[in-house]
């Protein structure tokens, strides 16, 4: 039935064919994020250490060029000092007290950035505001969030400091304040203040999926589209297995099991074209057929000879495993009980994970 309505729509409709190229399908993840600090007694060190015990983070600590200063002496004169100094001229590098040069110089990997200081005299301390002073720029356009860490004063003028040295950037939330009366419940009070962020998000272009068919794997480029996007964001989650039948002598096609969305168009198949057959349906062309389609991609590099292979021209039931990963995907998660241990989607051990999927105690986590 279906291979004589196709035929019959196909003489109707074939003047109207349309090739898309192949462009990247764009998906978001998290974006990476850094931790920047200065800590003079080692409480902001302790609040950085609550803090990435519970995000995926970069850390740099920021030293002053002087480790001799005692900041606390002839009450605090000479914390004192460095902040008039910095209030008289804000605007000239000469102000603020010399840093160590800092381990990382260029912040365009960041997407989001956490700043962590003590205030000083109701201000940011002065070796943060040289920090800022200095890198303050290269922020822009980032997310950015703070933490203050006070005896017991409370934090509006640092947060309006970090305003002047950070600019036109996005500010995450409110910024946490941490007391000398509440610094041992730090933990908590980054669990609570974590989810108040609108941490930003990375676009990361996904142009390509992988086709494995008894053990033989191809590379499919797909085109940018919602049911691309849609298809990578599931694919990212866990690679998909389909039964496809050949059909009209041109395809193997069957249901995905669920719905991508559509953009039908009439569609010129040519042999190696994936395409989106009535919004569940998956079609991998060996042949050529004219219908209204969405297109998904093509398989990469291989002759129509070379395709009726692959693809099982003519044979039903043939199982077909779609993926991001040159793999057949998990059938099955083993949980260990080293905790902490991170594995890749395929099942291989990470020991430095940084931002996407993977198992953690048996469980998928998202970093
Ligand atoms: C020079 C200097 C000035 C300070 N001024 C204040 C203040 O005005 N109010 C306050 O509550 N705490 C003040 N503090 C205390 C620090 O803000 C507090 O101990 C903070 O937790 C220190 O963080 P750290 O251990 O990471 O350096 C001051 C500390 C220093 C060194």
Not at 13 to 28: F, I, L, N, S
Not at 90 to 105: E, H, K, L, Q, R
Not at 179 to 187: F, L, Q
Request: with cysteine; net charge neutral; aromatic share 8%.
């Amino acid at each position: 039935m279906k291979n004589f309505a196709l035929i019959l729509m196909s003489l109707l409709m074939m003047c109207c064919t349309k090739d898309d190229k192949a462009k990247a399908a764009t998906v978001q993840e998290a974006g990476k994020t850094l931790v920047v600090y200065y800590s003079y007694t080692n409480n902001c060190h302790e609040i950085v250490t609550s803090l990435t015990s519970q995000i995926q983070a970069d850390v740099m600590r920021i030293e002053p060029a002087d480790k001799t200063q005692k900041y606390e002496a002839n009450n605090y004169a000479i914390g004192t000092a460095l902040l008039n100094a910095i209030k008289a001229n804000p605007n000239d590098a000469a102000s603020y007290p010399a840093i160590d040069p800092v381990s990382i110089t260029d912040l365009s990997q960041y997407e989001n950035i956490i700043i962590v200081t003590p205030l000083w005299w109701s201000q940011m301390a002065a070796i943060m505001q040289t920090y800022l002073f200095n890198y303050g720029a290269q922020m822009s356009g980032k997310h950015v969030a703070l933490i203050v860490s006070s005896y017991s004063s409370s934090i509006s003028d640092v947060v309006a400091d970090s305003k002047r040295l950070v600019k036109n950037v996005t500010w995450m939330g409110d910024a946490l304040w941490i007391n000398n009366s509440n610094h041992r419940n730090r933990a908590s009070l980054i669990e609570n203040w974590l989810p108040t962020l609108n941490f930003a998000e990375k676009q990361t272009t996904m142009d390509k999926m992988y086709i494995t068919i008894e053990g033989q794997t191809q590379t499919v480029t797909l085109v940018d589209n919602q049911a691309t996007k849609t298809l990578v964001e599931k694919l990212q989650q866990t690679p998909v297995t389909v039964t496809l039948n050949s059909s009209g002598g041109f395809e193997i096609w069957g249901t995905l099991g669920f719905s991508l969305p559509t953009n039908n168009e009439q569609i010129n198949a040519q042999p190696g074209d994936v395409i989106l057959y009535n919004g569940s349906n998956i079609c991998i062309f060996y042949g050529t057929n004219s219908w209204s389609y969405t297109r998904l991609g093509k398989i990469d590099g291989l002759s129509e000879n070379q395709l009726r292979t692959f693809l099982k021209a003519r044979e039903s039931n043939i199982s077909v495993t779609l993926s991001l990963n040159n793999t057949t995907g998990i059938s099955s998660v083993r949980s260990n009980t080293e905790s902490g241990v991170y594995y890749s989607l395929n099942g291989q051990r990470v020991e430095n994970p940084t931002h996407g999927i993977y198992i953690k105690n048996g469980k998928k986590v998202i970093l």
